[in-house]
């Protein structure tokens, strides 16, 4: 794909995203939450030293306050052996894991927006996140992306072109999943293991094309990040031990104005007041 087609690609998902939402109504959950977290201060741009792994460990209390908020509490060590088992041929669909563990884990899809302070960001507060990434998407600049796979956080498989996977055939959903595994195994020099189907649409044909593709885990979610709040599929409106948490690499366009780093504060500043820490996805299945 020529620089042309793909930033036009691009543009046309980017469309797409914003005018249907990446979750459907069976994902995305029951509606807002009436606790709202206000907005994260822009802090002044400073000098960042060379990039820092989430095992170098936690964050200071002035990274926390630099970007508005206060600290989380720390991770537990990983699990030794990891709760999500799959029966043998089957590859599992996941919304939340098995853990009494006050932990959530959090996540990022697609790729459109390409915030440089949304590095700066994660790599002062050292918070794992996973990032499902689509093809039409990213193309514009997947170098973006590289520097937030260097802080130890790893990026799994959104499909090419976004389609609900509902709709496609066998075939197509196949395409779609092993044509992304391939380019981000060339691009990125790791096969992902986990797979999000695009607004949390799935058949069997899609576990049937994940395992054909070399994943092992279909990825859905329990809360997704808006604005200011979240989205519960519980009547609770709580975060709850294992919850997955979906949000998207979004900007102002997107966000009524609010930047990414606003956005993924409000979400972490909704974490904190819930008492949760945030783990790596990927250390438990």
């Known amino acids: 794909m020529g620089k042309k087609s793909a930033a036009a690609a691009a543009l046309v998902l980017s469309g797409v995203l914003l005018a249907t ?75 939340d894991i098995p853990t009494k563990e006050k932990v959530v884990f959090v996540t990022f899809d697609d790729g459109a927006e390409k915030d440089p302070r949304f590095v700066e960001m994660m790599r002062d507060l050292k918070i794992p996140f996973t990032m499902f990434l689509t093809d039409a998407a990213i193309s514009t600049n997947k170098g973006y992306f590289k520097p937030l796979q260097q802080l130890g956080n790893a990026i799994q498989n959104h499909t090419l072109t976004h389609p609900n996977m509902r709709t496609e055939s066998g075939a197509q959903q196949q395409h779609q999943i092993c044509g992304q595994q391939e380019k981000l195994t060339k691009e990125y ?20 094309a994940a395992k054909e593709c070399g994943i092992r885990s279909i990825v859905l979610w329990r809360e997704s990040m808006q604005i200011q ?57």
Not at 35 to 44: F, I, L, N, V
Not at 189 to 208: I, M, Q, S
Request: glycine share 14%; with cysteine.
């Open 189 to 208: 020099g790791k096969a992902p293991r986990l797979f999000r189907p695009p607004y949390g649409n799935w058949n069997e044909a899609t576990r049937a």
């Open 21 to 95: 939402g990446c979750s459907s109504d069976g994902g995305s959950g029951s509606g807002p939450a009436k606790t709202g977290g206000g907005t994260a201060p822009t802090p002044a741009t400073s000098a960042s030293g060379p990039a820092e792994g989430a095992g170098d460990g936690p964050a200071s209390a002035a990274a926390y306050r630099k970007w508005g908020l206060k600290p989380l509490p720390a991770a537990p060590a990983p699990p030794a052996q990891k709760p999500v088992k799959a029966k043998p041929g089957e590859v599992p669909v996941i919304s």
């Open 229 to 285: 709040n979240m989205q519960y599929q519980r009547g609770d409106k709580k975060l709850h031990p294992g919850d997955i948490i979906l949000a998207h690499f979004r900007g102002k366009s997107e966000l009524k104005g609010h930047t990414m780093t606003e956005m993924t504060a409000n979400m972490l500043r909704h974490i904190q007041e819930q008492g949760f820490a945030v783990a790596r996805l990927e250390d438990y299945v």
